[in-house]
């Protein structure tokens, strides 16, 4: 059996941390650039097992290999020749981390903990897609293998578990999704709810999407210039209106949302009179995102009238944002708990050849000795043979029971690896053609190069 | 005992919620509440059972036993709306008076009532079954009516606390009152005609001045006020809340005034 100390898990790549967005769109994958970029890692590479991550904020490819650096660097190859002319080295936007590090960077990352905004629940599902994406890979050996397998499995655990437990999802941390929320706390479901729109604008129709996710239903637009209206209209699929008819407008909408350039307001009291001459029967969400505002104050006065301009948002943003930033300790718990499983875990892959030896010599050993004695007890019926044989299992299992507990334990605790070089040495299962620790640690061992002796299992180490 | 151990489990269960409204909305917490109430209800429907069994005679007459059945029937409404999502956080709301009435209950005493003779019949058991589920109907327009309330000022004061995220929306809470006011005005219509016809068969003339009939009259009056306030013209859903639970004060505060005035001689519930 070989061994590597050398560090084979790693992650590679830019984020936001490390990459302005000009750099990042630039080094973004679709789902098939992912999977071509994979099949071209391989190829170049021979990497046993790769998971290419890329969403806006990330791009980063996870990789389990005993040849890092030079799948490293094919990575960075790689991703230069995506990105093209940049003004700095590619190296200089990337990212490196290797063993542990992958695996909590993993957890920070499926939790929502490395996002732009703490906390957000789609990298969960990036994270699912970037992992079954490469399972799905017709290559064999599979690209998503044992090891990034089960990482990528305790990652989506991990997420799951992080934002059932903690308060790091509460709330909503943009503009848009607060204004899905109040919808959603005001009307429950939003199915069917009628939309105005008065003005264009990029939070607008960021809004507009989050509303049309949720099953919003007939989307008005009102604008300034009838011809604006109509282009907006088609965007979100809704029907353009003439400001003349805004009253009439309003007087059918639930959700009324409002980002005009407008110098004054366009929702006055007089407006809303008219579009209400009975009084207002129904709750009525306004968001006004306007600067100077569109929605005259005294309209909120009203107790069915639930009036939020831009400042009322930010604050519920930036409020909603500290309350998920206090959660972050407390979901940094459960990914260092989940960590040290991972790790446990790794380091049972290098134990159990060791304990398939070990066993496997001592049934040899049982077999040999067995034979030996019943040889010379010709006179012991079938019966009494199979009480010896049943004998002689049995005192092999208990004896080897101990240490392999033992053994297992130790290795989830650290200082594994002594461990295990010392059961080699007690139990007589060096490996003779590999070299000494001393040896390899002087440099010497040549042997240590290649990739592991393939004995179905993994056996490098995760490292430090 | 048999009675105590529901009073304890909807106690436990109503911490449970409260619990979950501070602590946010997370995980297994919100089983864990959702089931302790479950398990309140059903210790509750076996505690009646055994009074039943043991007395030979429902738990319908004698203020404690009848105090216990409206704990109960409140209990049974809550079961109901548990698997709803969200739905069943009004519980916060409704636990409270659970608690109380079962509280009460236990005070004065869970015990088969010598006037059970005097009240019999499948007609008097129609009229006060009938009459709890009106009060239950009542009280959960009440407790939906507090929650949207609370809801709607978190909502106005832009404040998205730890009850604008607990509490269920508006819509959901309207939609809950009006089950609760419409269903409890049926079965408070109904209970009154079963009652007058069980006493005018039984005793021969219904006495308008008892003081169970001004009360009866009076929440069902009651009823057609608040279902009258939803159905005016503007704020509709607003003031159908604050109906709901100024009416439900009348009840409660009505029924309390008259317990202590005329109930000390023995002849209101």
């Not at chain 1, 092999?396 to 101990?402: A, E, G, R, S, V």
Request: aromatic share 8%.
């Amino acid at each position: 059996m070989e061994r590597r100390d050398t560090m084979s898990l790693a992650v590679v790549g830019v984020s936001h941390h490390t990459a302005p967005v000009e750099v990042r769109e630039r080094m973004a994958f679709g789902p098939s650039e992912a999977a071509e970029a994979l099949l071209e890692l391989r190829s170049e590479t021979e990497v046993r097992e790769a998971v290419l991550l890329s969403t806006c904020n990330r791009t980063e490819v996870y990789l389990f290999s005993a040849n890092g650096p030079h799948v490293i660097q094919a990575w960075q190859s790689l991703l230069g020749g995506k990105a093209g002319r940049l003004e700095r080295q590619v190296g200089d936007y990337l990212f490196e981390q290797r063993g542990e590090g992958v695996v909590r960077h993993l957890f920070q990352v499926a939790a929502g903990l490395d996002s732009l905004v703490t906390g957000e629940a789609e990298i969960q599902g990036q994270v699912r897609d970037a992992y079954e994406l490469a399972a799905s890979m017709p290559v064999d050996p599979p690209l998503a293998g044992p090891v990034l397998n089960r990482l990528f499995q305790m990652a989506l655990s991990v997420g799951g578990q992080v934002r059932s437990e903690t308060s790091i999802g509460e709330g909503a941390a943009s503009v848009a999704s607060v204004a899905v929320q109040l919808a959603r706390k005001i009307f429950g479901s939003l199915k069917g709810k009628r939309v105005l729109i008065l003005g264009a604008g990029q939070t607008g129709e960021l809004i507009v999407e989050a509303l049309d996710r949720e099953g919003v239903q007939g989307v008005m637009v009102a604008n300034r210039t009838y011809e604006r209206a109509v282009g907006l209209a088609q965007q979100v699929q809704g029907h353009a209106i003439a400001m003349e008819r805004l009253a009439e407008a309003l007087g059918s909408a639930d959700i009324v949302l409002s980002s005009t350039s407008a110098p004054h307001p366009i929702l006055t009291q007089r407006v809303f009179r008219e579009a209400f001459p009975g009084g207002l029967r129904r709750p009525l969400l306004m968001i006004d995102i306007a600067i100077p505002r569109d929605v005259d104050p005294a309209v909120g006065h009203d107790p069915e009238v639930f009036l939020y301009n831009v400042d009322d948002l930010r604050k519920i943003v930036d409020e909603q944002v500290r309350v998920r930033e206090g959660a972050v300790p407390e979901a940094d718990r459960i990914i260092q708990a989940q960590s040290e499983e991972f790790r446990t875990w790794f380091a049972s892959l290098e134990v159990v050849p060791v304990i398939r030896k070990m066993r496997g010599r001592a049934e040899d050993l049982r077999t040999l000795e067995l034979e030996r004695l019943l040889r010379g007890m010709d006179h012991l019926s079938d019966g009494d043979r199979e009480r010896v044989e049943e004998f002689s299992r049995r005192l092999t299992n208990k004896l080897l029971h101990d240490p392999t507990v033992r053994l297992r334990k130790g290795m989830g605790t650290g200082g594994g690896a002594e461990l295990v070089e010392a059961f080699r040495f007690l139990y007589g299962l060096e490996d003779h053609n590999r070299p000494s620790r001393a040896a390899r640690r002087s440099g010497e061992g040549r042997g240590d190069a290649g990739e592991p002796a393939g004995d179905g299992e993994s056996k490098e180490k995760m490292g430090s | 005992m048999t009675h105590l151990l529901p009073l304890l489990l909807y106690s436990g269960a109503f911490v449970l919620w409260v619990r979950l409204l501070l602590r946010g909305a997370r995980g297994q917490a919100s089983l864990l509440a959702s089931g302790v109430t479950g398990v309140a209800v059903f210790v509750h429907a076996v505690a009646l059972g055994h009074f039943w069994l043991r007395y030979g005679e429902l738990p319908l007459v004698g203020p404690g036993a009848a105090l216990s059945s409206l704990a109960f029937v409140g209990g049974l409404a809550l079961v109901a709306m548990l698997p709803l999502r969200d739905v069943g956080r009004v519980a916060i709301a409704l636990l409270p008076f659970i608690i109380i009435v079962q509280a009460v209950a236990l005070i004065l005493g869970i015990q088969p009532s010598p006037m059970a003779l005097d009240f019999q019949g499948t007609g008097f058991v129609l009229h006060v079954s009938f009459a709890f589920l009106g009060y239950q109907g009542l009280a959960l327009a009440f407790a939906a009516g507090v929650l949207y309330l609370i809801q709607h000022h978190e909502l106005k004061e832009k404040r998205l606390g730890r009850f604008f995220h607990f509490i269920p929306p508006l819509a959901t809470l309207d939609k809950l009152a009006r089950v609760g006011l419409w269903g409890g005005f049926v079965a408070l219509t109904l209970a009154l005609a079963f009652g007058w016809a069980w006493t005018v068969e039984n005793r021969g003339s219904l006495e308008m001045s008892d003081p169970k009939v001004i009360w009866a009259v009076l929440s069902w009056l009651v009823f057609v006020g608040v279902l009258l306030a939803r159905a005016g013209g503007g704020r509709n859903d607003y003031r159908g809340a604050v109906a709901a639970v100024v009416g439900f004060g009348v009840v409660v505060s009505t029924y309390l005034v008259l317990r202590i005035t005329v109930g000390a001689t023995g002849v209101f519930l």
